[in-house]
Nanobody
Framework: QVHLVESGGGLVQGGGSLRLSCAAS????????VAWFRQAPGKERGFVAA????????YYADSVKGRFTISRDNAKNTVYLQMNSLKPEDTAVYYC???????????????WGQGTQVTVSS
C-alpha cells in the first residue's frame, strides 16, 4: 500500500506561482511513476505531469508545458509540482497518483491522494 498526501494548494492571483507537494508513505515508490492530475468542477480528471521515479524522465500536458515543472526528492519520498504563470483555467483540485508505469490515463494509476485545491483569480 502507498499512502499519498498532497499539500501546497491555495488561492493565488493570475500570473502567480504555487508549489504542490506529494508525500508518500508506506511501500517505497522508487520503482513507480508518479503523476499529477487535476479536476475542475464539471470536468473529467485530466493529466498534468508525470515523472519516472528512476531516471527522472518527465512528461507534461501541452497546456502546462513551459509553466509547470515536476520533480522528485528521493530522500524525502516526495514529488513536487512547481506551477508558474498560473492562469484562471488552472483552477482545479490537483491529485497526485502512483502507477506501475508513466501514462496519460488516470486508469493506469493505482494509488491516489485526497487532492489539494488550487484557485487562480483573474
Amino acid at each position: 500500500q502507498v499512502h499519498l498526501v498532497e499539500s501546497g494548494g491555495g488561492l493565488v492571483q493570475g500570473g502567480g506561482s504555487l508549489r504542490l507537494s506529494c508525500a508518500a508513505s508506506g511501500r517505497t515508490f522508487r520503482a513507480y511513476a508518479v503523476a499529477w492530475f487535476r479536476q475542475a468542477p464539471g470536468k473529467e480528471r485530466g493529466f498534468v505531469a508525470a515523472i519516472k521515479w528512476s531516471g527522472g524522465s518527465t512528461y507534461y500536458a501541452d497546456s502546462v508545458k513551459g509553466r509547470f515543472t515536476i520533480s522528485r526528492d528521493n530522500a524525502k519520498n516526495t514529488v513536487y509540482l512547481q506551477m508558474n504563470s498560473l492562469k484562471p483555467e488552472d483552477t482545479a483540485v490537483y491529485y497526485c497518483a502512483v502507477g506501475d508505469r508513466t501514462s496519460y490515463s488516470a486508469f493506469d494509476y493505482n494509488y491516489w491522494g485526497q487532492g489539494t485545491q488550487v484557485t487562480v483569480s483573474s
